[in-house]
C-alpha cells in the first residue's frame, strides 16, 4: 500500500514541479510542532484562587518552559526556528501564484480571497472545536486554569496565520519593489527594525514607550517574505545568496556577543527581552542566513527529493500544512490533560528543569505525532472548500470560532 502511494504521488507530480521549494517548506513546517513539543512543558498544582474558583479536586495543568531552567538549550532554538525559511518560500510561491492570475487575468483582489480562504477556513475550525470543547472540560472537572492554558496553546500557533494573511496581501508591492531594487528591496525593512531595537534597547530605551515594539510586527516578518519575491523574480542568486548567508551570520554573532540579544529565540518566561514577539533584529540576521543557505542548497535538494520515496512525505506534509499548524498544540493537550488524573508524568506533566525530563520528553514525541495524524485523518478536511456544508453549518461554525476569541481576549 506504501508503496502504491508513493508511485501514486510520484506519477501525480508535474514534470516542472520545485521539489527543493517544496521540501524547504515541509522542513519549515516540521520545526512548528517539534519546537513547541520540546519546549511546551506543564507542570501541576494551582493558584490559590483558581483552586478556588473551579470546584475541581483535579490539579490544574499550568505552561511551563525547559528554556527558563536550562539556558543550554537555547542554541537548539536556532535551528528549530525556521520561520524565516518558511516565509522566504511563501513570498517565492506567492509570487509565482499572482504571476499566473494576473496572467489569466484574474484580479488581484480575487486572487487575495482565495489564498486567505484557504488560510482562514483551518483557523475557524480548530477555534469552533475549541469553542465546545471548553465548556465539555469544564463540565468534566477540569479546573479554570487548566481550560486557559489549553486556551494559550491552541492560540500561540495562531498569530502566525495573522501575519503571514497581511504580508499575503503585499504580494503585489513586493513583487514590484523587487523587479525594481532585487533583494536589495528587503534592506529597508531590516533597517527599519534595526531603528526601532535601537530605540527600545538603546541609550533611551527608558523615554520609549513598550508599544513601539509593535513596529517591528510586520517588517520584522516580511523580511523574508520579500527576499522571497526577489528570488522568484530572479533577483536574488547565488551571489546574493552568499553574501545573506555570510552576512547574516556576521549579524547575528555581533549581536549576540556584542549587544546583549537573548540566546534564545523564542520567549522565555520572566526574562526582560525576547527576539520572537515581535521579531527583534537577531530574527532577522538568522533569517537572512536560512535564506542564503536554502538557496544555495536548492539544486542538491531537489535531487535529493527526486527520489520519490523521499518527496512522497514532503507532498503529504504540505498538504496537510495548516492543519499541522492549527492542530498540533492540540495533539499534545490531548495526551497531557487526561494525564492530570494520575498525578505528574514524567516529560509530560512534571516541572521541566533538568535533562532527565528533556530525555523523558523527547521519549513523548512520537505518541505526540501520532495523535496529531489521527487527528489530521479527521480534520484535514476543514482545509478544502466548505462547498458540501449547509449556509446554517458555516454559520454556526463561524459563532462558534468568535465565541472562542472572545473567550480567548478574556482569558489571555
Excluded at 513570498?91 to 484557504?118: K, M, P, T, V
Excluded at 540579544?261 to 525576547?274: E, K, L
Excluded at 504540505?318 to 514524567?346: E, R
Excluded at 449556509?391 to 472562542?404: D, Y
Amino acid at each position: 500500500m506504501l508503496t502504491e502511494l508513493i508511485r501514486a504521488v510520484e506519477a501525480r507530480t508535474p514534470a516542472g514541479r520545485d521539489r527543493a521549494v517544496d521540501g524547504l517548506r515541509a522542513l519549515a513546517l516540521l520545526s512548528v510542532p517539534a519546537g513547541h513539543w520540546l519546549v511546551g512543558g506543564f507542570t501541576l498544582g494551582a493558584t490559590g484562587g483558581e483552586a478556588a474558583g473551579s470546584g475541581s479536586a483535579l490539579p490544574a495543568l499550568h505552561n511551563a518552559s525547559p528554556l527558563a531552567a536550562l539556558e543550554y538549550l537555547a542554541p537548539a532554538s536556532w535551528l528549530f526556528q525556521l520561520l524565516g525559511i518558511f516565509f522566504l518560500v511563501g513570498g517565492y510561491s506567492s509570487a509565482l501564484s499572482w504571476r499566473r492570475a494576473a496572467g489569466r487575468g484574474e484580479s488581484a483582489a480575487h486572487w487575495l480571497r482565495a489564498r486567505l480562504a484557504r488560510l482562514g477556513r483551518p483557523v475557524v475550525g480548530v477555534t469552533a472545536v475549541w469553542a465546545v470543547l471548553l465548556p465539555l472540560l469544564s463540565l468534566a472537572g477540569a479546573p479554570d486554569a487548566t481550560l486557559r492554558t489549553a486556551v494559550v496553546l491552541v492560540v500561540q500557533p495562531l498569530w502566525f496565520v495573522g501575519v503571514y494573511a497581511a504580508v499575503t496581501a503585499l504580494t503585489p508591492l513586493c513583487l514590484r519593489a523587487a523587479g525594481r531594487l532585487g533583494a536589495w528591496s528587503a534592506l529597508p525593512l531590516l533597517l527599519s527594525v534595526a531603528v526601532v531595537d535601537f530605540l527600545r534597547y538603546g541609550p533611551y530605551a527608558q523615554a520609549v514607550p513598550s508599544w513601539l515594539a509593535l513596529l517591528n510586527l510586520l517588517p520584522g516578518w516580511l523580511f523574508a517574505y520579500q527576499l522571497g519575491t526577489a528570488w522568484a523574480a530572479g533577483r536574488l542568486g547565488r551571489p546574493a545568496a552568499r553574501l545573506l548567508l555570510a552576512g547574516g551570520a556576521a549579524l547575528f554573532a555581533v549581536l549576540l556577543l556584542f549587544f546583549d540579544y537573548p540566546a534564545s529565540m523564542v520567549g522565555v518566561p520572566g526574562a526582560d527581552r525576547t527576539n520572537s514577539h515581535p521579531p527583534s533584529l537577531l530574527v532577522l540576521a538568522l533569517a537572512a542566513a536560512q535564506s542564503g543557505a536554502a538557496i544555495l542548497l536548492r539544486k542538491r535538494l531537489g535531487r535529493v527529493l527526486a527520489r520519490p520515496a523521499l518527496w512522497a512525505p514532503v507532498v503529504v506534509i504540505n498538504l496537510a500544512a495548516m492543519t499541522i499548524l492549527c492542530w498540533h498544540q492540540t495533539a499534545m493537550l490531548a495526551t497531557a490533560v487526561p494525564s492530570t488524573l494520575f498525578g505528574p508524568v514524567a516529560g509530560l506533566t512534571t516541572a521541566p528543569d533538568s535533562a532527565a525530563w528533556l530525555a523523558a520528553r523527547i521519549s513523548w514525541l512520537p505518541l505526540f505525532a501520532v495523535v496529531l495524524l489521527a487527528l489530521g485523518s479527521v480534520t484535514r478536511r476543514f482545509e478544502a472548500p466548505w462547498t458540501g456544508a449547509s449556509r446554517p453549518l458555516r454559520a454556526l461554525a463561524g459563532a462558534l470560532a468568535a465565541s472562542f476569541a472572545v473567550y480567548a481576549f478574556a482569558v489571555l
